[in-house]
């Protein structure tokens, strides 16, 4: 993870971002996610659990003409994120909104052109002591059949969804997604270097069926001493240090 000066403020090229008090931190799954995701020509976008905002400031400074809707079910983590939003100078274009995807999807007749998530995924295993941090990774409050249910209400027919999640977890949400008629249009393998096996997936989803775009993403070089130009021509518009 490319840390800031205090682990409690993160500073992007564009904006910064807080996060005393929300569950989850700035990490690197959500600013790859950002990053890789493309809004070009998107006039609405929707980011399923903000967190801190971070992935909708990401939005709303790659597509200067998008609207960006950022949902979060955690009171204190929207609160912050509202906060980093009205700091930053995207405040105009992005609106926070506490509450569930699922009831937001059953009140609102809204369909955006991409939505993009860093969703909860460990569906097993040991639970957090901390329960607003177990209510975020694991998927308590947000079982991925809800998400998928709620992105095919919200999507357009010509939209794209957009998410990152662990390798398994991923080949899981790719089978249930095409059983909901989600069908995969592109698909990165994220790798930390080329010896270790592949650790995330990053994964276009779409309505409508296409040949399916498959690469792969390598985080450091060789000597693990320094990160590879790919990496670096992915998130340099916002890392301080690229």
Not at 162 to 174: D, H, K, S, T, V
Not at 205 to 224: G, P, S, Y
């Amino acid at each position: 993870m490319i840390s800031s000066k205090s682990s409690n403020t993160f500073k992007f090229k564009q904006f910064v971002i807080k996060q005393d008090n929300c569950t989850m931190k700035v990490n690197t799954d959500g600013v790859l996610l950002g990053a890789w995701a493309d809004p070009s020509g998107a006039s609405n976008v929707l980011d399923i659990g903000t967190g801190t905002g971070v992935i909708a400031l990401m939005m709303a400074q790659k597509e200067p003409s998008a609207k960006i809707t950022g949902i979060e079910i955690d009171e204190s983590s929207s609160l912050e994120a509202m906060e980093n939003v009205s700091n930053s100078k995207f405040a105009d274009r992005v609106e926070i909104i506490q509450r569930s995807i699922q009831d937001y999807a059953k009140n609102n007749k809204k369909q955006f052109d991409l939505i993009i998530s860093n969703p909860p995924f460990f569906t097993g295993g040991t639970f957090s002591a901390n329960e607003n941090k177990a209510n975020v990774r694991h998927t308590i409050k947000l079982p991925h059949g809800d998400l998928l249910i709620a992105v095919n209400t919200l999507l357009h027919p010509e939209g794209n969804f957009a998410l990152i999640l662990p390798y398994i977890e991923g080949l899981r949400f790719i089978e249930l997604a095409e059983r909901s008629k989600l069908h995969l249009s592109k698909l990165t393998e994220v790798r930390h270097h080329s010896d270790k096996p592949v650790e995330r997936l990053l994964i276009l989803l779409q309505k409508r069926k296409e040949n399916v775009k498959h690469e792969e993403l390598l985080i450091m070089d060789e000597d693990l001493q320094s990160y590879t130009q790919q990496f670096i021509s992915l998130t340099r518009d916002f890392y301080q240090i690229f």
